[in-house]
């Protein structure tokens, strides 16, 4: 998709609106008020990939905060070894339950 942006009067959303659903499909187009630019329309498919960026992004955000607090941990020496770990659920499956 051509990223590049159209401007429109928002009189023509009235006027032109089948030659202005077209335009969607090839990039953005902002409708001005006034001769400002005030709201844009996207085509559907283009604002679903962008939804689906958006995700993405923020699962990538969220992993890398993972990352940066467990790279804190052991900065700080806030680990245990895997044995003790293991060893500790081990017993707390094994322990009767109430």
Do not use: C, W
Not at 17 to 35: E, K
Not at 55 to 60: I, V
Not at 71 to 86: N, T
């Amino acid at each position: 998709m051509n990223h590049g942006i159209s401007i429109r009067p928002s009189k023509d959303i009235r006027t032109n609106y089948a030659q202005i659903s077209a335009l969607t499909r090839q990039n953005p187009v902002a409708i001005t008020v006034n001769g400002k630019e005030d709201t844009v329309l996207l085509s559907h498919e283009e604002y679903q990939e962008q939804l689906l960026r958006i995700s993405e992004l923020e699962a990538k955000l969220s992993m890398y905060a993972h990352l940066a607090q467990a790279m804190d941990d052991i900065r700080l020496g806030r680990v245990q070894s895997a044995d003790a770990v293991f060893d500790e659920l081990l017993g707390e499956l094994e322990a009767p339950q109430e």
